[in-house]
């Protein structure tokens, strides 16, 4: 605007390049810089409304009277690319073109130890009357841009916080030693008051309040979501919780995990040869149970296997067969049972059966640093071994305050909200075991029948949140949570953000979502997964239901296959 009122008052000027005398040409000047100033100033009115002087609308949103609340930024972003650094959570730096929006930045402080920074992003023009709120990854630490500028230009108000404290790294912890009411922002603190604020803001920007409200997340955010749907349902409308991280099980998991490999001796360590002739074993023995010989088990419970099974013989390469630590420490990560007296103490990783040599590489990697992390959080000291202590009675009064385990959902499902979980079978990092425990809980707690606010999907061969190459048709978005969905795959029956809108707004449960499996190269990375030809497409189905092969038909077309 600025540049078109600079074009008018210079016109003038550029008329009087003629023959004219210099008086009748200055006397011209000051007629024409009357005229197109009167012009100019009635265009400005025309723009700004009745008085020229009246403030931007999202600029008044610093005047918002929000308990506990400082607003540090509101403006309007015109558009333009915006440039996002999400080194944090290990984003690379990318440009993404945004639509004008209002941007609010701001942080709450309900106890004097806390700060829990959030920003708002809302469209200027076009807002579709969704309000979006997204997860966290990791222990959280930083505000995921990526997230927000995708949602806003989906035409939904995105909102997001650090959860209360900023990190260098997701996977940190040190934060929360010494700082009891930081762990609480962590927690659930941070989501809810970032959700009273931020609708409340959305509603002064606008007028009126969001249509739909929504918690969108993954990992930690998953966690998140649940946590709001057990403790604070009448924040949002829908709760999408991808591989909700309950931190009971995972910190005994990982614990049980290191516990297991530290039982190997330095020569014996688990390296790529050994996992992809344990995958091959698997998968040998129990690829074709589900009726499908795809490299991909459909629903690794019907896989009975013992590593004990692969014992190597005299003189033989042990790339490919385990010594007798091996199989015992690689059963151990399976079982999650203690080695000593054989209980049951988590719920173990076996979901990876068959995915090990893509899966475990990472989990391996990262087992002994979680250990800092998990006595930072739970103990309070990053020096304490937390494997030398009881696993049955660990970390589970500590965690109550960060663990989504509560089954009572029964105010969610008396105020009609829907919920999503979805989980990977090939699972490193959350298991997907948790999720089952979680439902069967909620099952227990409330009868069989709840597939009218809350359902559950296993997705066969997906990792962490999302696909990875070379598992199969396991690819299924989730719209602005990480990025911007590949345009064919942006409906209900492909991605989880779309599902879960239209269960709430147009009242549709999901029955089936629809897995993608790309042509990509698997040393491409999860970057590049959503990238390339389309090679199969497969249904995952909601839980207890499986995907079963009709008998004819493509086994890479979804048509093939029915949900029972
Ligand atoms: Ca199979």
Known sequence: MRKLILMILLLPVSDLRGRRSVSAG???LHDRFVFYSAIAAGFLVGLLGASPCLADPCEELSNLKLENTVISLAKTIPAGPLEVKLSALGVPKQHIDLPSHCRVAGSIHPTSD???KFEVWMPASGWNGRYQQLGNGGLAGVINHVGLASTLKRGAAAAATDDGHMSQNVLEAEWAVGHPEKLKDYGDRAVHLTAKIGQALVSAYYGRPASHTYFIGCSAGGRESLMEAQRYPEDFDGYLAGAPADFVN????????????????????LGPAQLKALSSKVLERCDALDGVKDGVLRDPRECKFDPGDMLCNAGENRDSCLTPAQAKAIKQIYDAKDAKTEAQIANGFSGTLGTEYVTWPGMLAGAESAMPRIASLFYGDPKLDPTTFDLAKVARDTAAGISPINPDLSRARSLGRKIIVFHGWADPGVSAHDSIAYFDAVTKRMGPNLG?????????????????????????????????TPPQLADADHDWTLALERWVEQGKAPDRMIATEFDSPAAAGPAAQMTGRIKSMRPVCVYPKRAVYRGSGPQSDAASFSCE
């Open 26 to 28: 200055l006397r011209l």
């Open 114 to 116: 806390s700060d829990i």
């Open 250 to 269: 995972y910190n005994i998991t990982y614990i049980n995990l290191v516990r297991a490999l530290r039982t190997l001796p330095a020569d014996q360590q």
């Open 452 to 484: 009218g606010f809350y359902r559950l999907f296993l997705v066969p061969g997906m990792p962490h949140c999302m696909g990875a190459p070379g598992l199969g048709a396991n690819n299924i978005d989730i719209s602005g949570l990480f990025g911007e």
